[in-house]
């Protein structure tokens, strides 16, 4: 039985080459854009301005807050942090819903606050590079931004509280 041996051509591995830096690129768009909410417990996703602007409208309400301050507070957060604007001003609470600020709050429990992955929020700061970070209030979503990025996809509590 004669065996004939297959001997690769340039075009043959050219196109080897290409099929796997194909499966790679679509391994890292599925896994890059997939689901925000991952069994990992990540809730956020940072987006550039322009883009968080397009896909969310414009900014109705925003507050500021110095970042090394901010830094301060989501310190005392494990692995969440609730935020809102209420009352023209804003308000941080960690998983236990205990409020990070150096003025007490009182919240109603019917309240509205915005969940955010602590990881998320970390990624936003060191992306954005700003000395202000800004809370933000658009139609019907809540965002963080800093510097030229910006922070969405939270979950709203209540319903869904960690």
């Not at 080897?16 to 809730?43: E, M, T, W, Y």
């Not at 322009?50 to 494990?78: Q, Y």
């Not at 009352?87 to 509205?112: A, C, G, I, W």
Request: with cysteine.
């Amino acid at each position: 039985m004669n065996v004939k041996k297959y001997k690769l051509k340039p075009t043959d591995i050219f196109f080897i080459f290409l099929v796997v830096i194909l499966i790679i690129f679509i391994g890292d768009v599925v896994f890059a854009n997939g689901p925000q909410n991952s069994s990992r417990g990540q809730i956020g996703k940072v987006f550039a301005t322009e883009e968080a602007d397009s896909l969310f409208g414009s900014v109705n309400t925003e507050k500021s807050i110095n970042t090394k301050a901010f830094r301060l507070f989501i310190n005392d957060c494990e692995n969440y942090i609730l935020v809102n604007v209420v009352d023209d001003r804003f308000v941080l609470l960690n998983e236990e819903k205990v409020v990070l600020s150096e003025t007490p709050f009182n919240y109603s429990q019917s309240d509205t606050f915005y969940v955010f992955s602590i990881d998320k929020v970390y990624e936003l700061l060191v992306r954005g590079g700003n000395s202000i970070t800004k809370f933000q209030k658009r139609k019907a979503i809540f965002t963080i931004s800093n510097g030229s990025f910006v922070l969405e996809f939270s979950e709203p509590c209540p319903p869904k509280c960690r």
